[in-house]
């Protein structure tokens, strides 16, 4: 299996560029614009509750699957691991192939949170108030939060014979 700590502090990074928006809203968000915020702000809202649909969506798509990756190689492998060991190779390798689109999921589902913050940070630039970037922030940090990576979650994805073969 592929280590999480790379994936991790890709995650963390991005979770600490949220944060990084709302300082620089509160530092350069002072003058408001002549946009109609009263306008923008619902569509920017309803624009961010798409992205939220969206990132659970894409990642359900993109992790639908991974078990039955697994059945098709690996549980004839460990079947047969006794006696050939390139079953098992087979397996292990299966096992990899979940693990890397597991990080393609959650570096595709952190994208999401990350924009849903950036609507926040356009809108607090319009009103001029950096306040009006909170609800934005607070539900792409929620996401982040949700879909941190962990090798439970990752496991998860696996039958529990191949859990139990490589050890998880």
């Known amino acids: 299996m592929v280590p999480l700590q790379p994936l991790r502090i890709i995650?963390?990074?991005?979770?600490?560029?949220?944060?990084?928006?709302?300082?620089?809203?509160?530092?350069?968000?002072?003058?408001?614009?002549?946009?109609?915020?009263?306008?923008?702000?619902?569509?920017?809202?309803?624009?961010?509750?798409g992205l939220v649909v969206m990132g659970v969506f894409v990642r359900r798509m993109q992790l639908g699957g991974l078990g039955l990756a697994w059945l098709e190689g690996g549980a004839a492998a460990l079947r047969a691991r006794?006696?050939?060991?390139?079953?098992?190779?087979?397996?292990?390798e299966a096992a990899r192939s979940v693990s890397m689109r597991y990080q393609?999921?959650?570096?595709?589902?952190?994208?999401?949170a990350e924009s849903i913050t950036l609507f926040g940070f356009a809108l607090a630039f319009l009103a001029g108030d950096p306040l009006y970037m909170v609800?934005?922030?607070?539900?792409?940090?929620?996401?982040?939060?949700?879909?941190?990576?962990?090798g439970r979650g990752r496991?998860?994805?696996?039958?529990?014979?191949?859990?139990?073969?490589?050890?998880?």
Not at 19 to 46: K, M, N, R, Y
Not at 135 to 150: D, E, H, N
Not at 155 to 168: G, I, K, N, T, V
């Open 11 to 49: 995650a963390a990074s991005m979770g600490f560029a949220q944060l990084l928006f709302f300082f620089v809203a509160t530092q350069v968000a002072t003058e408001p614009t002549d946009a109609d915020v009263s306008a923008i702000g619902p569509g920017l809202a309803v624009a961010a509750l």
């Open 155 to 168: 496991a998860s994805l696996l039958q529990p014979e191949a859990r139990a073969a490589l050890d998880l």
């Open 82 to 92: 006794d006696v050939d060991p390139a079953p098992v190779e087979q397996a292990k």
């Open 135 to 150: 609800p934005f922030l607070l539900v792409g940090l929620a996401l982040a939060a949700l879909w941190w990576p962990s």
């Open 104 to 112: 393609t999921s959650t570096i595709t589902s952190y994208a999401f």
